[in-house]
């Protein structure tokens, strides 16, 4: 009778076939990590670069609605500035005729880029208040063209200051986290 051998070492034992078919095996498992290793940065490093990209361009972005909001600003306190001239007039002569022209200029260069509608409308109301007061002409009823100048230059005030207001929560609903 031949005997078996039982032993453990007899069961485990690799023959030089199965021991070459491993070796293969763990060096294709390590040469398949490590080409997912290098496709994984690969992708980190792109991840990563895109949202630089990102985040430079969320930067630029508030730095322009930083300045525009602020030239915003500057535009409606110089309009503000000029209707409040209007609407307390200078009893020196010639004066008033440099506000309106001064209220003119800007006008005509500011009415293209403003953005409120009610700032828009104020202004036209404001102007043709002007050209009723040049005229001489009775504004809305009343007999002093004077006081209808201050009452229409302080509509235009109130909207602008409106307008400020609504461009500031545009600016921290766009932007969150910017205090102006």
């Known amino acids: 009778m031949s005997e078996e051998p039982n032993t453990a070492s007899s069961r485990f034992s690799i023959t030089e076939q199965n021991y070459r078919t491993w070796d293969v095996l763990i060096k294709c498992i390590g040469i398949i990590g490590a080409i997912s290793s290098f496709l994984w940065g690969i992708y980190q490093?792109?991840?990563i670069q895109e949202q630089a990209v990102k985040v430079e361009q969320i930067a630029r972005d508030r730095s322009f609605a930083?300045?525009?909001f602020k030239r915003r600003v500057d535009e409606y306190q110089s309009?503000?500035?000029?209707?409040?001239?209007?609407?307390?007039?200078s009893p020196i002569t010639g004066v008033l005729e440099k506000d309106i022209r001064h209220f003119e200029r800007l006008y005509w260069s500011s009415l293209a880029s403003l953005q409120?509608?009610?700032?828009v409308k104020a202004m036209d109301f404001l102007r043709s208040g002007i050209?009723?007061?040049?005229?001489?002409?009775?504004?809305?009823?009343?007999?002093n063209p004077e006081d209808q100048l201050k009452v229409r230059s302080r509509?235009?005030?109130?909207?602008?200051?409106?307008?400020?207001e609504q461009e500031r929560v545009n600016l921290s609903i766009v932007l969150p986290g910017i205090n102006l």
């Open 45 to 47: 490093y792109i991840e």
């Open 66 to 68: 930083q300045e525009l």
């Open 79 to 89: 309009i503000a500035m000029a209707a409040g001239k209007l609407s307390a007039p």
């Open 116 to 119: 409120s509608e009610t700032v």
């Open 131 to 143: 050209e009723n007061y040049q005229n001489g002409s009775v504004m809305l009823g009343d007999t």
């Open 155 to 164: 509509g235009l005030s109130r909207a602008l200051r409106r307008a400020i």
